[in-house]
């Protein structure tokens, strides 16, 4: 593969992670920059607090999208799905988690909404998703039985981000026995480090018993400042 083509395709998953769905539907559809209120967060979970689950369910859903579209474009490449050798399995995985980083880091700092974005999470699930979707599929259940236990987003956040490398490392290869690329194993571990570093503040607040609540609200009320995720 031409490095033209690995920077271009690297530029343009970059490009879709800066598309700030968040800060768009929230002015497009609610003349209002998400931004400015509850947490100052461009994510789903802000969004619901602000504006409804209305506004955080396309969100969320455009945010997983971004992810998996991201990876999707080492289609572009030459790099074949199924290869016949370990080390080429490595490189198209490779590839698909630099595709993935990308887009995360799009996400996080997004060139269109002056590198103001959110956490990652949904776009890193999105990522996994494509990469990985059995490892996903069980790290979205148990984020979602912590959810529906605390109803913390922060903790289920980082319950299942801790859950990910443990799926992949521990149950596929020494449980099932179903060994996995090496660079997919790395990726899921560097996954929950990220995903921490993006929550520090949500665990302070967790540690001091300030960290709110998910709350549904039918008729949500914009002026929150002071809550946060």
Known sequence: MSVILFITLIAAAYLTGSISNALWIGKLCFNTDVRKHGSNNAGATNVMRVL?????????????????????????????????????????????????IAV?????????????GGKGVATTAGVVLAIFPVAMLMVFGVFLVCLLVTRYVSLSSLIGALFLPLIVIVLFDFIIGTYEPLMLEIFSVLVTVTIFITHRKNIRRL???????????????IDISRERR
């Not at 995985?93 to 993935?100: K, P, R, T």
């Not at 700092?109 to 103001?116: E, G, I, L, Q, T």
Request: aromatic letters at 12%; charged letters at 15%; a positive charge.
């Open 52 to 100: 409804g689950w209305k506004a955080a369910v396309p969100v969320f859903v455009l945010d997983i999208a971004k992810g998996v579209l991201a990876v999707c474009l080492i289609l572009f490449t030459p790099l074949e799905k199924n290869p016949a050798n370990y080390v080429e399995a490595n490189g198209f995985v490779s590839f698909q988690i630099a595709l993935g």
């Open 207 to 221: 540690r001091a018993g300030t960290e709110h609540k998910i709350v549904i609200r039918k008729n949500p009320s």
């Open 104 to 116: 995360v880091v799009g996400h996080i700092f997004p060139v269109f909404a002056s590198f103001r």
